[in-house]
């Protein structure tokens, strides 16, 4: 059998969680791959709302195993915490949840220096989550991080040797912190992560798909903020894209089956770095108010703009998307007129390919679209979609060449609609 992969094609927040729920009966294992608490990955369903960070979105749909892969970088406390609150809505992950023993640690050091990182750049801050991903990547590529396969071989001398390393560091950008009570949440979240089976999630994956059982890889993040590919350096620090689901998961790119795409209608970006199409005026933050584009695990206020389809078009060819989902176009219901970005004018000169650096010399190039002017989050098949929102839908479809297979109308999983059916 193969591994289906679902990943983000924008900057992040496209829906990704309700969509691994929706999808999760048809596999049998959801596992992550890259990121970590920097997601936010929001689900509803039966009037509740759940916001899940490192867990995987696959656990609300009974009896899946669920895995946080090799790839992922993981908060011992952030986790214990995430994990509690889910137990206090009654659902038991004990029997469910599996981590890779090669998974790197998030330390409380590394939450320091990414906020320490951040002060020192100023002006020029990437607007990162303050999570600790990037030192923490940055010590798993510098060959000095602790995985949670450590746990059993000399953990402490090693924990301490790296906060040591950290804190000479914290010490030369002048840095002012109280250790002592982060490391204890961190101590108790490491002996939290001992009640899980910490697993070879690479021989587990491969011995699953050798079984003929199903794996749905559920990405972090979106394609825009990839570490290769994505708009650096403002992007996060890890490979998002779909070559990432077989680094981090340890499959090989022969067992990729589909690709599914996720984006929403319009456009949104948190934190700073470039961003052709946003809207700073009313039709911004009317996709904000509509949309409740805030940050889920920041709070902060996302910035909006029309769809980018230079960007999405790259972001296809990146992952070799199969089927598209398009997110959230309820949002757009009661827009006179809609745009989509279909290339950009840099310094005089149009061009449809996603150019190495997007500065303020490159300006979007827009077709309009008349709006459809219908409320859509109440409806249940293709049938009742209006005939402007088919002619938008065809026009991204055209120009995306790729179908898109499912269609969301508002955030209930009831509210998803699934074209092409199998
Ligand atoms: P970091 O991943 O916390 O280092 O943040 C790097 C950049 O990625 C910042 O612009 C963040 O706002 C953005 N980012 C990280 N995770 C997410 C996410 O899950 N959704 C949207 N943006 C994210
Ligand atoms: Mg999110």
Known sequence: ?????????????????KIVDVLTPGYDIIARFQGGPNAGHTLEFKGEKYVLRSVPSGIFQGGKINIIGNGVVLDPALFKAEVEALEVSGHDLSKHLYISRKAHLILPTHRLLDLACEAQKGSGKIGTTGKGIGPAYTDKTGRNGLRTGDLDYNFEVKYKEAAARHEILLQQMNCEYDLAALEKEWFEGIDFIRKFPLIDSEHFINNALQNGEKVLAEGAQGTLLDIDFGSYPFVTSSNTVCAGACTGLGISPSKVGKVYGIF????????????PTELFDETGQKMRNLGCEYGSVTGRPRRCGWIDLVALRYAVMINGVTDLIMMKSDVLDSFETVKACVAYNINGVETEDFPFEINDSVK????EFPGWQTGMTKMQSESEFPKEFNAYMSFLEKTLDVNIKIISVGPDREQTIIRYAE
């Open 1 to 17: 059998m193969s591994v289906d992969v679902l990943l983000g094609l924008q900057w992040g927040d496209e829906g990704k969680g």
């Open 364 to 367: 979007s190039v827009y077709a």
């Open 264 to 275: 929403k209608a319009y456009c949104t970006r948190v934190g700073s770095g470039p961003f």
